[in-house]
């Protein structure tokens, strides 16, 4: 009912920038809070920055200062702009949506997911 879309990763330089988008579109009624998280080879998935309906953020202390996310509601779209890329950032990065359905169902869904490499 609801489709994800991720694109932007790559290939960077170590403090180099790159800006992750998500497309959100199928059945949506409304978006409570849109999230980026990212898992790295061998690690568990974190979470990277989380902003909520009403523009609320929050980061992991390791990204403060240097992520930025964003949403345009209009568009269903949230990004990530990541800017002095570490190595240590290389990982899958993987959107997050949750909200509710335009027949009333609560839905939390995951992109497909997007590769970003930082080299040293």
């Known amino acids: 009912q609801v489709q994800l879309v991720e694109s932007g990763g790559g290939l960077v330089q170590a403090g180099g920038s790159l800006r992750l988008s998500c497309a959100a579109s199928?059945?949506?009624?409304?978006?409570?809070?849109m999230a980026w998280y990212r898992q790295a080879a061998g690690k568990q998935r974190e979470l990277v920055a989380r902003i909520t309906s009403s523009g609320s953020t929050n980061y992991r202390d390791s990204v403060k200062g240097r992520f930025t996310i964003s949403r345009d509601n209009a568009k269903n779209m949230v990004y990530l702009q990541m800017n002095s890329l570490k190595p240590e950032d290389t990982a899958v990065y993987y959107c997050n949506v949750d909200g509710i359905t335009t027949d009333w169902r609560r839905f939390d869904y995951w992109g497909q997911g997007t590769q970003v490499t930082v080299s040293s």
């Open positions: 199928g059945r949506i009624f409304s978006i409570n809070a």
